[in-house]
């Protein structure tokens, strides 16, 4: 199939919200999906129209376990974009999922209200966040795993 077939074949950025409106909506359920080729099985993170492994078009969603590594993170002390400003400051992370896909995401402090206590490739799950926050702002939240 040739770049110009694949433009005609659907395009593709069409619909944002189709896109990623299944993620948002599970996120408010509490529940973090990724998609998944309904052809290789491949799982695919970030949404995309086509499946970057066969390329098939052919797309689903499948909740994921939520536990991964933190590939790595930062703390946004100052500076953030003007929509984060009131919440400086803010951890974001790298995690890679068990099942293979990474992702963005943010991070929860800990208990003393900082993120001192993470580190590159510690274990981490999802752990959601308030519906009034993922209706803001839809991302996927983790924490340390305990134990």
């Not at 944002?16 to 993620?23: M, S």
């Not at 799982?43 to 499948?62: D, E, V």
Request: charged residues 15%.
């Amino acid at each position: 199939m040739s770049v110009t077939n694949v433009l005609r074949d659907g395009g593709y950025i069409q619909n944002a919200e189709e896109l990623t409106g299944p993620f948002g909506a599970a996120l408010a359920e509490g529940k973090l999906i990724v998609q998944r080729c309904l052809d290789c099985s491949a799982l695919i993170m970030y949404p995309k129209y086509r499946c970057p492994t066969c390329f098939s078009g052919n797309l689903g969603w499948h909740q994921v376990s939520g536990a991964g590594t933190l590939a790595t993170f930062t703390i946004l002390r100052y500076g953030p974009p003007s929509s984060f400003d009131v919440e400086a400051p803010y951890c974001i992370g790298i995690v890679k999922l068990d099942e293979g896909p990474q992702l963005m995401c943010r991070m929860h402090p800990g208990s003393d209200g900082t993120w001192d206590h993470y580190v590159c490739e510690q274990r981490v799950n999802f752990v959601p966040a308030d519906a009034a926050e993922v209706a803001e702002r839809p991302a996927a939240w983790f924490s340390a795993a305990l134990g």
